[in-house]
């Protein structure tokens, strides 16, 4: 497995994990959780990319913003795939 790969898979868990997290607040947040993912993801891409890390898949800061967005956002779907399997 690339590094590149893993990254990527990481920035997901973690969004996924953050979403988690304000779905088990008090207060009814699950209208954020996507946007919550979206810029948690984004701002992780980007950290991934100012650290260099080897195989990162992305050359630019824009670049590194997007693929980790589409990363945050992918632990949305992720979520919402296995609750619309397990309600069949």
Do not use: H
């Not at 947040?29 to 898949?57: H, K, Q, S």
């Not at 949305?76 to 309600?87: E, H, I, R, V, Y």
């Amino acid at each position: 497995m690339e590094l590149g790969i893993a990254t990527v898979a990481s920035v997901t868990v973690i969004c996924y994990l953050l979403g988690l997290i304000v779905k088990a607040l008090p207060w009814d947040g699950n209208r954020y959780i996507p946007i919550l993912c979206g810029l948690a993801g984004g701002a992780l891409g980007v950290a991934a990319f100012c650290l260099g890390l080897p195989d990162f898949p992305a050359s630019d800061p824009l670049t590194a913003a997007a693929v980790g967005i589409a990363s945050g956002l992918a632990a949305t779907g992720a979520d919402q795939l296995f609750k619309q399997l397990s309600n069949k």
